[in-house]
Each structure stands twice: as C-alpha cells, then as structure tokens.
C-alpha cells in the first residue's frame, strides 16, 4: 500500500507525533488551564448568586408587613442559607470532589444557633472528620437545617433553656449524624406533615439514608444514618 | 462605628446597610467603583470599608484596600466569592467574610470588628464566618488566645 516517494502512514504518523508531542503539551496545558480558570469562574458566580438570593429573601422578609409572610420568608431564606454555608466551603479545600462533613456542621450549628440570638441554647459538638461526595453537600446540608431548626424551635419554646448535642461518627458503612436536644418532647403526632417534614422525608429518600426522629426522654433525638459507599 | 460600603451589587448593598445599622453601627455610604470608593473613603474617614474584590471597574478592590489604608488610613474588611485569590499580606485588610455571608455571619464579624477596632484587642477568636489578616490577628493578640476546637 505504500506509495513510492511517500513514507508509509505509520512512519508518517511517528514523525508528526514527535514533532507535534512538545506542541501537544503545550496545547493540553493551555486547555487544562482554560478549564480551570473556567471551573473557578462558574464556581465564583454561584457563590455570588447564592448571596443575592440569599440577601434579596431577607430584603422581602423585611419588607412583608404580614408576621406570617415574613416568618415564610424567612424560613425559606434559612433554607437558602443552609445551601450557601456548604458551598461557601467547596473549592476552598484540596479536593474540589469532596466535602468535610464535620467542618461543615461546625459552621451549620454556629450560624444557625447564633442566628437565632438563643444564647441561652448550650451546644456541644462531638465530630469524627468524614469527606462525602460534593454532590451530597446540598440535600444533606438542608436536611440538617430542618433537624437542627426543629430542636431550637419545637424543643426549646417560650425561651425555654436548655442544650443540644450534634454527634457524627462512623459506624461500619454508614455515617451516622445525630442532633440531640434536652427539650419539651415530641410534638410530631396528628395534623398533616409540615413542608418540614415532607422536605426531610424526600431529602432522606434522595439521599438513601434512614432518619429516625424518636423520644430521649427528656427532648427529642434525630438520627440520620448514611451509606458510606467506598468513602474514606 | 463608621462603615463604608464598597459594593458593586447594588441589592446585596441596601442588605448590608440594614445589618450595619441592626449591629448598632452608622452606615455612612456606599459605593460602585474603586475611583468613588477612594473619595468617600478621603472624605468621610469611616472606622471600618467593606470592600467586594470585583467592582464596576474591575478587579481593583484589592488595590482600593491598599490605597484607602496608605493614603486615609481606612481598615478596609473584603467580601468576595474566592477568598483563596486574596494577597497573603491582605493588602492591609483586616481580614475577609467569604461569600456567600449569612446575616449571622456578616453581624457577627462586624461586632467583633467593631471591638477589635475600638479596644485595639481582640475580645476572642474570631468568629465562623470571618478570616483575619495575620498582620491584624497578631495587632489584636488573637495568637495569645488559648486555642479551642
């Protein structure tokens, strides 16, 4: 098949790798770079629209004369900020694919009990570092919103007193989190679920992981346990 | 304290003022660019310039930190979104409250800025949600502090 004068294909093909190897690289470095540059750049705008959604809720809520608009407002505005406090976090750290578990619930139980100007709320964290998919950083973040909002708000009425523990540890292939509170007890029988509770059952769902929300007596404790597939 | 709000994002601007003034502080402007940020910050001497890295004339908060600390002496605080592309030396700033903020956050690192600037000591760790520069940590003995988890 070879034509007299011509160098067979496959030394043709030799010779252009060799001389188009260095150029190569550089091309692959440039993309490489582009990419990047890209990635930080959509990533720098996600952060800077989470925060004028975030801003733009508590501008409304501000602005609602209705107590029980502002207090809707303001709920879906505490749900806006459970999202952003997780990706406040993501690409600050090594791996742009995982999420620190622990750190981030350090930051979640801060801004949501300081938030809440109950300084009279003692709270104690016992926190075994666990990295999870970034995908999961969302629907787990706004799961423990709930859990954690529920405790302040149903466990601790009326300036009632009292202390909330927040367990994670590692349990063979799941992680168990668990959000403990001190306070007036169960109050989940009868009337319809809340969109509280309908957003915990669906998150649980979607993220494969069984929430048990059960009498300590005294208060109440939610345990949430989740598959640990091949994460370490 | 006096506070200048340097924001090319006009919404997350008229928020902030709100939380300026709920912490107890004077919000005593605002504005867009690096050129009108240096005026205001000439003119109006505030304690404190919350300043976004990205304005309406471009990446020139970092520049506007540097330039309102040497020629006003203003402290200038950054918001942004990547707090990893901030200069190791702050460029004079206190320090950063990373977006995106909550209103938890942003109040509390403004409190605790408020007493940091006023006692020229820090009253304790910093808050979640704000980063100190090294240079600012070590002027208000946040070192000295006895570390928790």
């Known amino acids: 098949m070879t034509t007299p004068g011509f160098l067979p294909p496959l030394t043709r093909r030799r010779v252009a790798s060799r001389e188009g190897e260095a150029a190569g690289r550089g091309d692959l470095e440039r993309a490489l770079a582009e990419k990047t540059a890209l990635l930080h750049e959509v990533d720098h705008r996600v952060k800077n629209n989470l925060q004028l959604v975030s801003s733009l809720l508590l501008l409304q809520a501000r602005h609602a004369a209705d107590p029980v608009v502002r207090q809707a407002l303001r709920a879906a505005q505490a749900r806006i900020n459970a999202v952003a406090i997780v990706h406040r976090r993501l690409f600050q750290g090594e791996d742009p694919e995982r999420f620190d578990v622990a750190a981030f619930l350090r930051d979640m139980v801060e801004d949501v009990i300081g938030g809440s100007g109950r300084t009279d709320i003692r709270v104690t964290l016992d926190l075994e570092r666990t990295d999870l998919p970034t995908a999961q950083a969302a629907p787990l973040a706004l799961l423990i919103s709930e859990l954690l909002g529920n405790a302040i708000l149903h466990g601790f009425p009326d300036g009632r007193e009292g202390a909330i523990t927040v367990t994670a540890a590692r349990e063979g292939d799941q992680l168990r989190i668990e959000i403990a509170d001190n306070g007036v007890g169960v109050p989940t029988t009868g009337s319809t679920p809340g969109i509280g509770q309908t957003i915990v059952k669906h998150l649980c769902s979607q993220l494969r992981a069984d929430c048990q929300v059960a009498d300590a007596g005294p208060g109440v404790r939610a345990t949430v346990r989740l598959p640990l597939d091949g994460v370490h | ?149």
Not at chain 2, 80 to 104: I, M, W
Request: with cysteine; charged share 20%.
């Open chain 2, 1 to 149: 304290m006096n506070v200048l709000i340097v924001e090319d994002e006009i919404l997350l601007a008229m928020e902030l003022s709100f939380l300026i003034e709920e912490v107890g502080c004077v919000d005593v402007g605002h504005a867009m660019s690096s050129a009108d940020a240096l005026a205001m910050a000439a003119d109006l001497r505030p304690d404190l310039a919350l300043v976004d890295v990205h304005l309406q004339d471009g990446p020139t908060g970092i520049d506007l930190a540097r330039h309102i600390a040497s020629d006003c002496g203003v402290v200038a605080l950054f918001m942004t979104a990547n707090v990893k592309r901030l200069p190791a030396d702050f460029a004079g700033a206190c320090g950063v409250v990373g977006k995106p903020y909550s209103e938890h956050g942003m109040k509390a690192a403004l409190r605790y800025l408020d007493i940091c600037l006023r006692d020229g000591r820090a009253p304790g760790l910093a808050p979640a949600g704000l980063q100190l520069a090294p240079a600012w940590a070590e002027r208000w003995g946040v070192g000295d502090l006895p570390r928790i988890a």
